[in-house]
């Protein structure tokens, strides 16, 4: 499941849960990013149908099978 938040700045979060017993590797989350559709998406200001990629940034995780490297999705709504 995906929640979008927003923040005091003009930035969105899009929040990925996960199962307990599932964790999130970097390949899921690359999938479940590239099948996710912003454009059916609507921003928590209330536009709908504006968000698009920004960008990525990368984020390390240490896992118990050593460091996992995110490339973490950035969106930006059109209004």
């Known amino acids: ?8 700045t003009n930035k969105i979060m899009i929040t990925l ?3 307990e017993n599932n964790p999130l590797t970097p390949t899921f989350y690359n999938s479940f990013i590239t099948e996710l559709q ?4 609507s921003c928590p ?3 709908a149908g ?23 999705c950035r ?5």
Request: hydrophobic letters at 35%; aromatic letters at 14%.
């Open 50 to 72: 504006g968000l698009s990629v920004h960008g990525y940034y990368r984020r390390f995780i240490k896992s118990s099978e050593g460091k996992l490297c995110f490339n973490i």
């Open 38 to 41: 912003f454009h059916q998406l």
């Open 17 to 19: 849960f996960v199962e």
């Open 1 to 8: 499941m995906a929640m979008i938040s927003h923040s005091h």
């Open 75 to 79: 969106v930006v709504c059109e209004s």
């Open 45 to 47: 200001c209330g536009h």
